[in-house]
């Protein structure tokens, strides 16, 4: 398979901060994903970004592919944004095509 | 539309009973997966499908079946439930992988084996 790490794992924030979120991968892929869990365990689809830079209002992510590295930016944080943030990969090639891999997830949390 | 459906969205079961899972999705899709998520941890893939027809195992397989009968649907089988397959199980489905499309997930299913 392909290793997917996420840092950090907890993170605490006071409303109106902002935050970054990694996702590394182990190996090179054609799709990543970035998920919401809200607090109801429906999981969001934030962002398709296997490579580039990608903005949605106060969110945007960037994934460096030939580093092995996706990036989560929330702005202006807001209680709403609590949750847990999945970053999630494919490999490009073999028989895991169309797998997704995920990471454990960063559990975010945001206080008024 | 609807997108990626889940039937039914919570079940209790006692050990050693059986169930079916279903999935249906609207968008067209080849390909479905079924994911499961423990406490802490992110979701791993059980079964999939590459078409009408066609089943293949993931990761954690042991304990289930599936079956592609129409392409819209995809069920996962449980048929000796154990406590250890209390979990929260997801669907998804997307277009061919190597066009590289996201994947498109149900709202979840939470299954607790008593």
């Known amino acids: 398979g392909i290793q997917v790490e996420q840092s950090p794992p907890d993170l605490i924030l006071q409303e109106g901060a902002n935050s970054t979120l990694r996702c590394n991968f182990s190996d090179s892929v054609n799709n990543l994903q970035w998920f919401h869990q809200n607090p109801w365990g429906q999981l969001i689809n934030l962002f398709y970004?296997?490579?580039g830079t990608k903005q949605n209002g106060r969110l945007s992510a960037t994934t460096v592919a030939t580093e092995r590295y996706s990036l989560l930016y929330i702005s202006s944080s807001q209680t709403t944004d609590s949750g847990v943030y999945f970053c999630?990969?494919?490999?490009?090639?073999?028989?895991?095509?169309?797998?997704?891999?995920f990471g454990r997830g960063t559990q975010l949390t945001v206080w008024p | 539309n609807a997108g990626v459906t889940q039937t039914p969205k919570f079940r209790v079961l006692k050990t050693g009973q059986s169930m079916t899972l279903l999935c249906a999705q609207d968008?067209?899709?080849?390909?479905m997966y079924w994911y499961r998520q423990d406490p802490g941890m992110g979701l791993r893939l059980i079964h999939y499908?590459?078409?009408?027809?066609?089943?293949a195992k993931g990761e954690v397989p042991d304990g289930y079946n599936v079956s592609r009968l129409k392409k819209q649907n995809f069920l996962l089988g449980l048929e000796s439930a154990a406590p250890s397959q209390t979990s929260v199980y997801f669907c998804?489905?997307?277009?061919?992988?190597?066009?590289?499309?996201?994947?498109?997930f149900g709202d979840g299913t939470r299954l607790s084996i008593l």
């Open positions: 999630a990969v494919e490999r490009d090639r073999g028989s895991t095509l169309g797998r997704l891999y």
């Open positions: 499908s590459v078409g009408e027809g066609t089943t």
């Open positions: 968008m067209n899709h080849e390909y």
């Open positions: 998804a489905s997307s277009y061919y992988p190597q066009e590289a499309q996201p994947q498109h």
């Open positions: 970004i296997p490579s």
